[in-house]
């Protein structure tokens, strides 16, 4: 997206504005598929306002906002794949869904799913012969592995692969058992508080739809399609308890065809029952009322407020406003080749500055996580830094960046006084007084000054004499 649109702010928005454009094509022409027109249009709508909501932070582009566009496109293609059975296609679709895993680990369960839909279509067209069916299956496996082997192949022949195993395999794995069950009921009711919020009606058409589908018998052929569909996206977004509010992007789908379902079976059910035209349109008419309902609970957001605005009052005392005026002062006192090194995760300081990390740890909340990796991963987030030497430090006292926990190892941080305070000095302090108010102190004037926030960053630059 970045290479299309450019490494900026606004190159960043129109990619999520191209992908979700693309999604909501695909979604419209799945549900057309699945059912008829109407309801595309319906589901269409209706992702169209919910996947760009505050509720699930839609405005910001997420891994699982391409993990719907792969899992939609592999979707669309594997309904053709059904019809026709052309090898090339199971080969493509599988590819696609391999794609959302790609994106984010939690898209293995599309590629289950897809390979459910060919089994169950199998076993249910009464075949003399399993072999078809087979081999299909072994095609759709081939492509949902090829990209994954893609990328094992470039690991290995960059040398990252121990470092690609760990973090995606053997590091994910204790990630994704570190809620306890009990924390995640109590995450998944808070979280469906925040991402219903105002669009709670939307999400009760969702249920019902189910209900229509089981009882309604023209959908006989698709019911069992859209609702596993529906519960593969469920089981991506629950994987590790954790619920969080932008997890739910990948479950907007399902749910909007849900929507369009129930409206649709509706409105098909009052017309064979009664020839008013006013009852008939009913349906339509609450839907469209509910989707205005849901804008006007969120009208400052989508109607009002400025994006700086938005970003206090959804990220708080995060420093992402700050970042960018950190990142102009960086970019002005180093040299395209110098490195930065960031203690916190604020991985959009380079972005902005267009320089490069001085270590691999752009996210430090792993290094406050309690596990047996803690204490290892900071000494080697320290040696890199070490041996980088970087121009410039930026340490981030902001809670948020850290996500310290009363167990967590904090070598990191002794280290970090006695280093900054041999080589570094400091030349730049910014606070963060209120969601109106931020102090930028720099040069001389960062030095002695303090206690206007709790909310802090400081940045050092490396002494001459230290070279």
């Known amino acids: 997206m970045m290479l299309l649109f450019g490494q900026t702010i606004k190159g960043i928005h129109l990619g999520l504005l191209f992908v979700n454009c693309l999604s909501l094509v695909l979604l419209f022409l799945i549900t057309r598929k699945l059912l008829n027109p109407r309801a595309g249009l319906i589901a269409a709508l209706s992702y169209a306002v919910l996947s760009v909501s505050p509720t699930v932070l839609g405005f910001a582009a997420h891994a699982t906002h391409f993990v719907v566009l792969a899992a939609l496109a592999g979707t669309l293609l594997l309904l053709f794949c059904l019809e026709n059975g052309k090898l090339t296609f199971y080969l493509v679709s599988g590819s696609l869904f391999g794609l959302a895993f790609l994106m984010k680990q939690q898209g293995i369960f599309f590629v289950f799913w897809g390979g459910l839909v060919i089994l169950y279509a199998g076993l249910s067209s009464r075949l003399e012969s399993t072999k078809p069916m087979v081999r299909r299956l072994l095609v759709f496996a081939a492509g949902a592995i090829l990209p994954f082997l893609s990328v094992v192949v470039i690991a290995l022949l960059s040398g990252a692969f121990q470092k690609f195993w760990f973090w995606t395999f053997k590091y994910s794995s204790e990630y994704a058992v570190a809620v306890p069950l009990s924390l995640g009921l109590e995450n998944i009711k808070q979280s469906l508080i925040e991402v219903t919020d105002g669009f709670v009606w939307l999400w009760i058409m969702a249920v019902l739809g189910v209900f229509t589908l089981i009882i309604n018998k023209k959908c006989k052929d698709m019911r069992w399609i859209i609702i596993s569909f529906a519960l593969a996206s469920f089981m991506s977004v629950s994987v590790g308890f954790y619920f969080r509010n932008h997890y739910y992007i990948v479950l907007l789908p399902a749910v909007a065809i849900l929507v369009g ?109 309690v596990h047996d990796y803690s204490l290892a991963l900071q000494q080697e987030m320290i040696r890199e830094i070490e041996r980088a030497s970087p121009k410039f430090l930026v340490l981030v006292n902001v809670v948020y960046s850290w996500l310290i926990r009363p167990e967590s190892e904090m070598f990191l941080f002794r280290w970090f006084h006695e280093y900054s305070q041999k080589y570094y000095r400091l030349v730049g302090r910014v606070d963060l007084i209120s969601p109106r108010e931020t102090s930028y102190l720099w040069g001389e004037a960062a030095k002695g000054a303090g206690g206007k926030s709790p909310f802090y960053l400081l940045i050092y630059e490396r002494r001459q004499a230290a070279h």
């Open 261 to 369: 379902s129930f409206i649709d079976r509706t409105q098909d059910y009052i017309s064979r029952k009664c020839s008013s035209k006013l009852l008939i349109t009913l349906p339509l008419l609450i839907f469209l009322g509910v989707l205005v309902w849901g804008v006007n609970a969120h009208r400052n957001y989508f109607l009002y407020d400025k994006p700086e605005a938005l970003v206090k009052s959804i990220y708080g005392a995060n420093p992402f406003l700050e970042s960018i005026k950190i990142a102009e002062f960086l970019r002005s006192e180093t040299k395209p080749d110098d490195r930065v090194a960031v203690l916190g995760s604020e991985p959009q300081i380079f972005f902005y500055a267009h320089r490069r990390s001085a270590t691999g740890y752009i996210y430090t909340y792993e290094l406050m996580a």
